[in-house]
């Protein structure tokens, strides 16, 4: 058991206790991690072969679907599973500060009682039997603490487990490790007063991402295969992004977050949603399938009762001949992509034409400046008056991007009923023109696109404090529409050339241009989403694996 944290006089104090307890779960481990050096390279995901063991380097690196099969035949132990991540875990914390505490007492000791399981049933305890998951801090772990990010809600204790954290127990899961997350919730990196800032594992100097950044670190550096984070605006994707891991935006209602800790927890006009991160895109489906196979309808009331659909979702022409038909948006018209960005899309869109039976459809974007005006305008409806109070009330500081998303944003102001039901109207009308947008791509006989293949933001992971531009993910938030992130390739500053004497069209699209120096995001990860209508997330996932099936991703740097 941790110890009881409480409020202390100051709110470094309060963040020390913190820390220290971090660091005190890494030093409990069987073989805590030596110290490193303090020259470290920028890319530091090649040091875990220096400092583990080969059997821990082959177990991190399996995918989770490799690991699944081994677990469930008993050719793996989940005790020998869960001992390398904790150390992988550890090292990750090490170099990317990726991790709010370890959690080796009592993941070990649900490896050993899932082993003894196995040793005496032969057979698996469920579907994720004897698999370790990481899990965002602020998603709630039994008697674990619970403070989103906040110094001032640090003392908050889970009474009980989040609900999907009980269906993934049920199916044999180990939670071994929680993750940073930043201060508020609402930035696209990760960086609090609690735990600083976590940065990216294949070039320190860039972002992990946000706000499920530890998660997205850890994977990176596979000191994860699975975990799970949460997305109002991008949490899931940007991470998963910019540490070349798979992360899935599912449609609201059907994955259960009860259990969870933000402020405005109960606001219904943008929804937050949880889902998964790995390092595999079956990690992802085994995930999902597994929670929407449990019924969480009948454990959280506001989900919707929608079974998981099997078979091949995807259509057929006129001759019967199964086919896909894909909108490619290359730019949302307002910040142009850096040109890793483009070349990754362009490379993906040149192999898609050679697949037989693939449609590729140019995706005109539609409003999504006005998107963001609606959406940044319903993210703070009560003027950000709980953060405010929850920063105050320990006298930490603001964190640069908190300042810049609550402070700076022109749309954040306190609205009455009849302002946010106005704000709610626009978003509804909104919803259904891109309805009708997408509608409108069933011509000359044929019908709709089934996904739109896009940029997951305005380049590969920013510089610190600098992941200004959220409309490449906020926009599918404001849609409600599930997207799947998927590595590609890296940046490449022999190739990826910036463009002399670009023109920016307007201040954001100049400040995402300026920061664009080729050297910079030297072997950062790039990335691209998949969309899909709302409740298509089954059909994303297959639209995904049908592209993996003929195009080998991610392409080599």
């Known amino acids: 058991m941790p110890p009881p944290f ?3 006089s100051t709110w470094q104090e309060t963040a020390k206790q913190m820390r220290d307890h971090r660091d005190s779960t890494l030093a409990a481990l069987e073989s ?7 020259q470290l390279p920028l890319n530091v995901t090649h040091l875990a072969k220096e400092i583990l063991t080969e059997e821990e380097i082959k177990l991190t690196e399996s995918l989770p679907e490799t690991l699944m099969a081994e677990l469930a035949t008993g050719a793996l132990t989940s005790t020998k599973v869960t001992k390398a991540f904790l150390r992988r875990a550890a090292l990750a914390q090490k170099l990317t500060n990726c991790v709010t505490e370890l959690l080796p007492e009592r993941a070990l000791k649900r490896a050993a009682e899932l082993d003894t399981y196995f040793a005496q049933n032969k057979k698996p305890i469920g579907s994720l039997h004897g698999l370790p998951i990481s899990v965002k801090e602020h998603i709630g772990m039994k008697d674990l603490d619970l403070n989103a990010g906040f110094v001032s809600w640090v003392g908050n204790t889970a009474k009980a487990d989040a609900v999907i954290l ?3 127990w049920s199916a044999g899961a180990v939670f071994y490790v929680r993750t940073t997350q930043p201060q508020s919730l609402m930035h696209l990196e990760t960086s609090s007063n609690l735990y600083g800032e976590t940065v990216n594992p294949y070039n320190t100097k860039l972002t992990s991402g946000g706000s499920s950044g530890g998660e997205g670190a850890l994977l990176g ?9 949460t997305d109002i605006g991008g949490s899931i994707r940007s991470p998963a992004a910019n540490n070349g891991v798979y992360g899935l935006r599912p449609t609201s209602f059907r994955l259960p977050n009860a259990g969870c800790l933000a402020t405005m927890l109960y606001e219904e006009h943008v929804i937050p949603v949880i889902g998964p991160l790995s390092t595999s895109l079956e990690g992802i489906r085994l995930f999902t399938k597994t929670i929407i196979d449990a019924q969480p309808w009948l454990k959280q009331a506001n989900l919707l009762p929608l079974p998981w659909k099997e078979g091949d979702l995807r259509e057929k022409d006129a001759s019967g ?18 040109p890793p960005v483009l070349r990754a899309l362009k490379k993906v869109v040149d192999k898609l034409k050679e697949i037989e039976g693939v449609e590729l459809i140019d995706w005109k974007p539609y409003k999504h400046d006005l ?11 009560d003027g950000a008056l709980e953060d ?51 509608n409108s791509t069933a011509n000359d006989g044929k019908r709709p696109i089934d996904v739109i293949l896009c940029p997951v933001g305005p380049g590969a992971a920013p510089p610190l404090n600098c992941a200004h531009y959220w409309a490449y993910t906020s926009q599918w938030n404001l849609l409600d529409y599930p997207a799947l992130v998927f590595p590609v390739t890296q940046v490449d500053p022999l190739i990826d050339l910036k463009e002399e004497r670009y023109q920016p069209r307007n201040e954001k699209d100049a400040y995402n241009y300026e920061l664009y120096e080729r050297e ?35 392409f080599q740097k």
Not at 371 to 381: D, G, M, P, R
Not at 388 to 406: C, D, H, M, Q, W
Request: contains cysteine; glycine residues 6%; charged residues 25%.
């Open 371 to 381: 998107a963001w005006e609606i959406i940044a305008s319903l993210y703070f409806a």
């Open 221 to 229: 550096f596979n000191g994860s295969c699975l975990g799970i984070g």
């Open 388 to 438: 405010k109070v929850a920063i105050a009330a320990s006298g930490e500081p603001y964190r640069p991007l908190t300042n810049f998303i609550i402070n700076d944003n022109p749309y954040v102001k306190e609205l009455t009923i009849t302002e946010l039901w106005a704000w709610t109207a626009k978003r509804d009308k909104y919803r259904e023109e891109y309805m009708n947008l997408w």
């Open 32 to 38: 805590p991690i030596p110290g490193l050096p303090v």
């Open 6 to 8: 409480k409020q202390l």
């Open 166 to 168: 009980q269906i993934l």
């Open 321 to 338: 001949k199964t086919t896909l038909r894909v909108g490619v948006m290359w730019d949302d018209e307002i910040v142009k992509p850096h």
């Open 520 to 554: 910079r995001y030297r072997d950062a990860p790039v990335s691209l989403q998949l969309v899909g209508r709302r409740f298509d997330d089954e059909k994303i996932i297959q639209v995904l694996d049908f592209i993996q099936q003929h195009v080998k991703l991610p």
